[in-house]
Every structure is written in structure tokens, then in C-alpha cells.
């Protein structure tokens, strides 16, 4: 899939693939493998921003935390530029509680090479279909900067709370039967009062998560040593970004952290391996 961009809000596209990036199927890699975005070249000092809101400032966007947002001070158009000055090949961006969506905010990602003497359009101007997290998949090279454009709001000022730029890994195998997609897999704690007689008085949301697992079969020792166990070692402290299934279902991403200590362990005498990754995020 050349252009996996959609304009509409129906579609309610959060993998959104740069018409310049060709994803080509591979015997042991296909556009449905899953994507993990953890790598983040991202850190504070490296952002700035038209405006910010002197409680929210642009730097919190290089915090992993959800709750901490940059947030405008109006509702103009705005622009986000980070010189992140890599030294290795860049393919993703990923944001995660924004209001994007729902404000009808166009977005719009260009990247210099060139010390931000020009930029290069990575993703053409587009409205994500609503404010799940969303990850953006742009042709691979050292950027020295990247720059997001926002479009006007609807009444209230933009704000992004994650913004990971950096190297996608890409899951050896597919998932297939058994796993439960994290958009599907939510749970809510809730309060609800009764009456004395049992009437129903009221239903209370305490909040809301999502959980599944991911489980993984039949890895390559050597993609799990070099690829895999980097990953797990930054994930005992860091979220990333998740997608089960990003061609067929590109709106299925979720922010996630870990809630268990996957052990790769040995599946098969040809050496083959296997981990279990239980997940908990948002969508």
C-alpha cells in the first residue's frame, strides 16, 4: 500500500503512509506485519513550537507521560519543528492524546535533511478521522529536522501529549487467530448506585484502559537478539506505539506500556523462539 492517506473522517485512518514510501510483501516481511514504535530520537530542547501555553509547554511533547500536553494559546494555525539532527535513518512519527480529530486539525509533516534549509513535503495536509493515536510512516533518512504543520482548530486551541519520531521495528511474524486488537479489548472501572427497592440510580466511568496480548511464534534467534531484545529493554520503562495488523487495519494503533517481563524462550531444536507481551494503553 503506496498511499494509505484517507481525507475523510469516516475512514478514521491512524497509519498514515507517505505516498513516497512503497512497502513491498517479502517472504518473511509483508506490509500486515506488525509495527512497534518504540525507537525515539526525540528529547527535550529539541522542539519549538509558534505557541505554547506557558502550563504547557512544547518540551512536554519529549514526555512519555499523557498527561502532559503542549498546548497552544490560540486556535491558529500552528508549527511544530524538531531538530533532532540523526544520525541514523528516520521512518515514523507517532502522536498520541491530541485533539486533532476532533477539532478538524489538518496535519501536515515535512523533513529536512539539510539542516532546515528546505523541507520536503512527507505527508500532504490531512485531518485524522478522530484522536486515537496515530502513526505516520515516512521514507527512511537521517533528518535534521522535522516539521509539523497544524491547521486551524475549531474552537479549541490544539495539544498533543506524545510525539515520538524515529525507527519503526517490524514485527517478524504476522498475528493471526486469537489475538484481540486493542480498539476491541477496552476496560472500564465503574461506580453505579441502586435504590433501596433496586431501582437503578446511575452508572459512574472511573476510567477506561485496553488490554491484550501479543503472542509471538517461531522467531529467528538472531532477529530476536538483535531486533526484539532492544526493544523489550527500553519497554520496561517506556510506552510505545503498537499496530496488530497496519495495512488491513490502519486504524487499529494503540499507545501501550507493558504489564508483564516477556521471556523469549526456546520453541523449537531448530532454535526458533517464542514470547508472550501482555499490553495495557490507550486507543
Same mark, same amino acid.
Given at each position: 500500500?503506496?498511499?494509505?492517506?484517507?481525507?475523510?473522517?469516516?475512514?478514521?485512518?491512524?497509519?498514515?503512509?507517505?505516498?513516497?514510501?512503497?512497502?513491498?510483501?517479502?517472504?518473511?516481511?509483508?506490509?500486515?506485519?506488525?509495527?512497534?514504535?518504540?525507537?525515539?530520537?526525540?528529547?527535550?530542547?529539541?522542539?519549538?513550537?509558534?505557541?505554547?501555553?506557558?502550563?504547557?509547554?512544547?518540551?512536554?511533547?519529549?514526555?512519555?507521560?499523557?498527561?502532559?500536553?503542549?498546548?497552544?494559546?490560540?486556535?491558529?494555525?500552528?508549527?511544530?519543528?524538531?531538530?533532532?539532527?540523526?544520525?541514523?535513518?528516520?521512518?515514523?512519527?507517532?502522536?498520541?492524546?491530541?485533539?486533532?480529530? +476532533?477539532?478538524? =486539525?489538518? $496535519?501536515?509533516?515535512?523533513? #529536512?535533511? &539539510? %539542516?532546515?534549509?528546505?523541507?520536503?513535503?512527507? !505527508? *500532504?495536509?490531512?485531518?485524522?478521522?478522530?484522536?486515537?493515536?496515530?502513526?505516520?510512516?515516512?521514507?527512511?533518512?537521517?533528518?535534521?529536522?522535522?516539521?509539523?504543520?497544524?491547521?486551524?482548530?475549531?474552537?479549541?486551541?490544539?495539544?498533543?501529549?506524545?510525539?515520538?519520531?524515529?525507527?519503526?521495528?517490524?514485527?517478524?511474524?504476522?498475528?493471526?487467530?486469537?489475538?484481540?486488537?486493542?480498539?476491541? +479489548?477496552?476496560? =472500564?472501572? $465503574?461506580?453505579?448506585?441502586? #435504590?433501596? &427497592? %433496586?431501582?437503578?440510580?446511575?452508572?459512574?466511568? !472511573? *476510567?477506561?484502559?485496553?488490554?491484550?496480548?501479543?503472542?509471538?511464534?517461531?522467531?529467528?534467534?538472531?532477529?530476536?537478539?538483535?531486533?526484539?531484545?532492544?526493544?523489550?529493554?527500553?519497554?520496561?520503562?517506556?510506552?510505545?506505539?503498537?499496530?496488530?495488523?497496519?495495512?488491513?487495519?490502519?486504524?487499529?494503533?494503540?499507545?501501550?506500556?507493558?504489564?508483564?517481563?516477556?521471556?523469549?524462550?526456546?520453541?523449537?531444536?531448530?532454535?526458533?523462539?517464542?514470547?508472550?507481551?501482555?499490553?495495557? %494503553?490507550?486507543?
Amino acid at each position: 500500500m503506496a498511499e494509505g492517506r484517507r481525507n475523510h473522517r469516516a475512514g478514521l485512518v491512524m497509519i498514515v503512509i507517505s505516498p513516497n514510501l512503497v512497502l513491498s510483501p517479502t517472504p518473511t516481511v509483508n506490509p500486515d506485519n506488525p509495527l512497534i514504535g518504540w525507537h525515539n530520537v526525540l528529547e527535550p530542547g529539541m522542539l519549538t513550537a509558534d505557541e505554547a501555553d506557558p502550563d504547557f509547554p512544547v518540551d512536554n511533547l519529549a514526555n512519555p507521560a499523557t498527561f502532559l500536553f503542549w498546548r497552544a494559546e490560540t486556535t491558529n494555525a500552528q508549527n511544530i519543528i524538531a531538530e533532532i539532527n540523526a544520525t541514523e535513518d528516520v521512518d515514523y512519527i507517532g502522536i498520541a492524546s491530541h485533539n486533532l480529530g +476532533s477539532q478538524q =486539525i489538518a $496535519v501536515q509533516i515535512e523533513g #529536512s535533511t &539539510n %539542516g532546515g534549509s528546505t523541507f520536503d513535503v512527507l !505527508i *500532504s495536509s490531512m485531518t485524522l478521522g478522530d484522536d486515537s493515536p496515530a502513526l505516520f510512516r515516512i521514507p527512511p533518512a537521517p533528518y535534521t529536522h522535522i516539521k509539523i504543520s497544524l491547521g486551524e482548530a475549531l474552537d479549541s486551541p490544539p495539544q498533543i501529549a506524545v510525539l515520538y519520531i524515529g525507527q519503526l521495528l517490524v514485527l517478524e511474524r504476522r498475528l493471526y487467530v486469537g489475538h484481540a486488537p486493542m480498539k476491541y +479489548s477496552r476496560e =472500564i472501572e $465503574v461506580t453505579h448506585g441502586e #435504590s433501596e &427497592n %433496586g431501582q437503578f440510580l446511575g452508572r459512574i466511568v !472511573i *476510567s477506561r484502559t485496553t488490554r491484550t496480548t501479543i503472542d509471538l511464534e517461531n522467531l529467528t534467534p538472531t532477529w530476536v537478539r538483535q531486533k526484539l531484545v532492544p526493544f523489550l529493554l527500553a519497554a520496561e520503562e517506556t510506552p510505545f506505539f503498537f499496530a496488530w495488523r497496519p495495512q488491513t487495519y490502519p486504524n487499529e494503533v494503540g499507545y501501550a506500556w507493558l504489564t508483564n517481563n516477556p521471556r523469549p524462550i526456546n520453541q523449537r531444536p531448530n532454535g526458533m523462539m517464542s514470547v508472550s507481551l501482555e499490553l495495557t %494503553g490507550i486507543v
